[in-house]
């Protein structure tokens, strides 16, 4: 289904600037400055997909944004197949602050306890609606939250989602599973507080949980079939290991739900994301776009560089011997999308994949 939220059809013009991700969805996400006329610019993100699986993926995330409206969900303007069919695009709100990994990656590889409490207060009420909703986000980490120009964090990338209660397909990244989904069991509002526990870790670590153990395989079945949970930072106070707790219960019955997490105290007093110093300079128009100017000869061309999920997926099972890096930003774990109960850990390629 197209949609046009905010009345994309009426742009005079756009102009793609510079990318500003690539998911391992095999979708690309890129910087436009869109003309609305009589001297209106603004700027947009726009996630274009070719292939048609991702494609497919695309047109349900679409979907599901479509039918959600939270100040802490990155907002869809509207979506369109373009290019004769060949490519199929979502317009997004652009979020200046980048990823929460990006944010990480700025301050030196880890923020302080300040600045986890805002963004894990913001990503509790974005889940605490959405979860409100019925609908579960099945990928929540730092780069799946992006920061807006208010200094929100905003849940993004919603090509996980799905009704709670669904049948359909478990899904996710490996590091980031609550241990029911790396069993391949059920994915529902818990899964997505279990991820937050996970993103906390993230943020005050710079690291996925579970980057010490070297082997993917290990790490699954770690996660889904022993009682091990991640290890809490040693830096963060009393409060926030308190929280890490009532997240990371490997009973899903027995994590607090995100509502009930946004009473305790790690949150309650944590304000929120627009409190935290914004060290970003927000790019608010074109004028300001020339800092956006790629130098990268690639980004030129964003029609044809998109890779086949398809493809990714039998590369990574033909090198499947070869350990992932567990340090690298460079490389995000494959997201899985599978309808079946996943094979034991031990024979299941699918669950391969690198860092974070
Ligand atoms: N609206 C936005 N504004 C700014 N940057 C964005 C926006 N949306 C996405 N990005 C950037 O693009 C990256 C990839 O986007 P997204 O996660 O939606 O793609 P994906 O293909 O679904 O990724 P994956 O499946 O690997 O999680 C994000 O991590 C973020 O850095």
């Not at 290990?218 to 091990?228: E, M, N, P, R, W």
Request: net charge negative; charged share 25%.
């Amino acid at each position: 289904m197209t949609h046009d939220a905010a009345g994309i059809s009426g742009l005079r013009g756009l102009t793609r600037l510079r990318t500003l991700g690539r998911g391992t969805s095999g979708a690309v996400v890129s910087l436009f400055a869109a003309d609305g006329g009589e001297d209106e610019q603004s700027l947009l993100a726009v996630k274009s997909a070719g292939a048609a699986s991702a494609q497919a993926q695309l047109r349900r995330e679409g979907d599901i944004l479509a039918s959600l409206c939270s100040p802490y969900v990155l907002p869809c303007l509207g979506s369109r197949a373009a290019a004769g069919g060949e490519q199929y695009q979502l317009f997004l709100e652009f979020a200046p602050g980048g990823s929460l990994a990006d944010e990480v990656e700025r301050n030196g590889g880890s923020l302080e306890e300040g600045a986890v409490r805002a963004y894990a207060a913001d990503i509790a009420r974005g889940l605490a609606y959405l979860h409100g909703e019925s609908t579960v986000h099945g990928d929540i980490k730092g780069r799946n939250v992006v920061i807006g120009a208010d200094g929100r964090a905003k849940l993004a990338d919603f090509g996980c989602a799905r009704s709670v209660g669904s049948a359909g397909a478990i899904g996710g990244t490996p590091a980031f599973m609550a241990p029911e989904v790396a069993r391949g069991e059920e994915q529902g509002p818990a899964a997505d507080v279990w991820a937050l526990g996970c993103t906390v870790i993230e943020m005050a670590t710079g690291r996925a949980p579970w980057s010490g153990v070297g082997d993917v395989v290990a790490a699954v079945h770690l996660i889904g079939y022993t009682d091990a949970v991640p290890e809490s930072p040693t830096r963060l106070s009393a409060e926030a290991e308190d929280f890490l707790e009532k997240c990371l219960r490997r009973r899903a019955g027995e994590r607090w739900t995100a509502a009930q997490l946004l009473e305790h105290p790690f949150l309650a007093f944590g304000g929120c994301g627009c409190d935290v110093e914004a060290k970003w300079v927000s790019p608010k128009s074109t004028l300001d776009a020339a800092m956006w100017e790629s130098e990268d000869e690639d980004d030129a061309t964003w029609e044809s560089d998109e890779d086949c999920v398809a493809e990714r997926m039998n590369a990574l099972a033909a090198s499947y011997s070869d350990l992932p890096d567990w340090e690298s930003d460079d490389d995000g774990w494959m997201n899985v999308l599978s309808s079946r109960k996943p094979k034991p850990p031990a024979t299941s390629c699918c669950w391969s994949s690198s860092a974070l």
